[in-house]
Protein backbone atom coordinates (compact mmCIF):
# COMPACT_ATOMS: atom_id res chain seq x y z
CA UNK A 1 0.00 0.00 0.00
CA UNK A 2 1.41 3.29 -0.81
CA UNK A 3 1.93 6.11 1.98
CA UNK A 4 -0.67 8.45 2.30
CA UNK A 5 0.17 12.19 3.15
CA UNK A 6 -1.16 11.68 6.29
CA UNK A 7 1.12 8.94 7.32
CA UNK A 8 4.11 10.96 6.34
CA UNK A 9 2.49 13.51 8.64
CA UNK A 10 2.51 11.18 11.37
CA UNK A 11 5.77 9.68 10.68
CA UNK A 12 7.12 13.74 11.40
CA UNK A 13 4.85 14.71 14.49
CA UNK A 14 5.49 14.51 17.98
CA UNK A 15 5.32 10.93 19.82
CA UNK A 16 1.89 11.59 21.64
CA UNK A 17 0.50 13.04 18.49
CA UNK A 18 1.37 10.62 15.79
CA UNK A 19 -0.15 7.94 18.34
CA UNK A 20 -3.48 9.55 17.93
CA UNK A 21 -2.77 10.54 14.16
CA UNK A 22 -2.11 7.10 13.34
CA UNK A 23 -5.14 6.06 15.71
CA UNK A 24 -7.56 8.39 13.46
CA UNK A 25 -6.15 7.36 10.06
CA UNK A 26 -6.78 3.90 10.87
CA UNK A 27 -10.37 4.84 11.51
CA UNK A 28 -11.06 6.48 8.25
CA UNK A 29 -9.39 3.69 6.43
CA UNK A 30 -11.78 1.34 8.08
CA UNK A 31 -14.91 3.54 6.92
CA UNK A 32 -13.47 5.62 3.82
CA UNK A 33 -15.18 2.91 1.43
CA UNK A 34 -18.95 3.78 3.06
CA UNK A 35 -21.30 6.13 1.70
CA UNK A 36 -21.60 8.33 4.97
CA UNK A 37 -17.63 7.91 5.59
CA UNK A 38 -16.09 11.47 5.62
CA UNK A 39 -19.30 12.04 7.97
CA UNK A 40 -18.48 9.48 10.41
CA UNK A 41 -14.57 10.59 10.60
CA UNK A 42 -15.59 13.66 11.36
CA UNK A 43 -18.17 12.89 13.68
CA UNK A 44 -15.14 10.28 14.87
CA UNK A 45 -12.52 13.01 15.62
CA UNK A 46 -15.64 15.47 17.60
CA UNK A 47 -16.23 12.45 19.82
CA UNK A 48 -12.70 12.39 20.52
CA UNK A 49 -12.38 16.44 21.24
CA UNK A 50 -15.42 16.18 23.44
CA UNK A 51 -14.48 12.66 25.40
CA UNK A 52 -11.04 12.87 25.37
CA UNK A 53 -10.81 14.69 28.74
CA UNK A 54 -12.22 10.94 30.30
CA UNK A 55 -10.22 8.96 27.71
CA UNK A 56 -6.96 10.55 27.01
CA UNK A 57 -4.04 8.63 28.33
CA UNK A 58 -1.85 11.95 29.27
CA UNK A 59 -2.69 15.62 30.59
CA UNK A 60 -1.87 16.30 26.76
CA UNK A 61 -3.83 13.93 24.67
CA UNK A 62 -7.08 16.65 24.64
CA UNK A 63 -4.55 18.81 23.21
CA UNK A 64 -3.72 16.56 20.10
CA UNK A 65 -7.32 15.43 19.47
CA UNK A 66 -7.99 19.68 19.19
CA UNK A 67 -5.04 19.64 17.18
CA UNK A 68 -5.56 16.95 14.93
CA UNK A 69 -9.37 17.81 14.93
CA UNK A 70 -8.69 21.24 13.56
CA UNK A 71 -6.07 19.86 10.85
CA UNK A 72 -8.49 17.67 9.58
CA UNK A 73 -11.22 20.18 9.56
CA UNK A 74 -8.76 22.55 7.42
CA UNK A 75 -6.92 19.84 4.94
CA UNK A 76 -9.71 16.98 4.52
CA UNK A 77 -13.07 18.95 5.29
CA UNK A 78 -13.24 19.73 1.79
CA UNK A 79 -12.46 15.98 0.40
CA UNK A 80 -15.61 14.89 3.49
CA UNK A 81 -17.69 13.73 0.78
CA UNK A 82 -15.00 11.17 -1.14
CA UNK A 83 -12.72 10.28 1.87
CA UNK A 84 -10.75 7.68 -0.61
Known amino acids: MASCPCDRAADRAE ?3 RGELKKAMAY ?3 CADAPDGGTRFFKYLGNLVGAGDRIGHSKRTVDYYRGLN ?3 IKYLRPLQD ?3
Request: glycine share 8%; proline share 8%; charged share 35%.
Open 15 to 17: WGE
Open 28 to 30: LRT
Open 70 to 72: DAC
Open 82 to 84: SPR
